[in-house]
């Protein structure tokens, strides 16, 4: 079982930045793969990236590519996803998530989310 939450959200204007954090709780947490998810409004959720359970393989959708970063902190229990260049079009809530598999893709998803953080770039 894992427990998340995700913290970092917050508004900025279009071409900036922001790092999301994610802090799980739970014994698993250092075995599973893990990853971010984003749902803007009125549209269902969608995948942003991935990270295999020991930052070793990373996956990105093609909107982010370039400009996200997901890493992660074993020994924080935490994961972050670094956004730069950011867009409107990147407005969401986003969401931490926790894949039983030690390498997922954006499949891989479904049994654990944090509540989410939102995001919002101004134009």
């Known amino acids: 079982q894992v427990q998340l939450a995700e913290s970092g959200g917050g508004l900025v204007q279009a071409g900036g930045s922001l790092r999301l954090f994610c802090v799980a709780s739970?014994?698993?947490?250092?075995?599973?793969?893990m990853g971010w998810f984003r749902q803007a409004p009125g549209k269902e959720r969608e995948f942003v990236a991935a990270i295999s359970w020991n930052g070793g393989g990373k996956y990105y959708t093609n909107s982010v590519a370039g400009r996200f970063t997901i890493t992660r902190d074993n020994a924080k229990n935490t994961v972050y996803l670094q956004m730069n260049s950011l867009k409107p079009e990147d407005t969401a809530v986003y969401y931490c998530?926790?894949?039983?598999?030690?390498?997922?893709?954006?499949?891989?998803?479904?049994?654990?989310w944090g509540p989410g953080t939102q995001v919002t770039v101004s134009s």
């Open positions: 739970g014994r698993t947490f250092n075995t599973s793969g």
């Open positions: 998530a926790a894949s039983r598999s030690m390498t997922p893709g954006p499949r891989d998803f479904g049994d654990y």
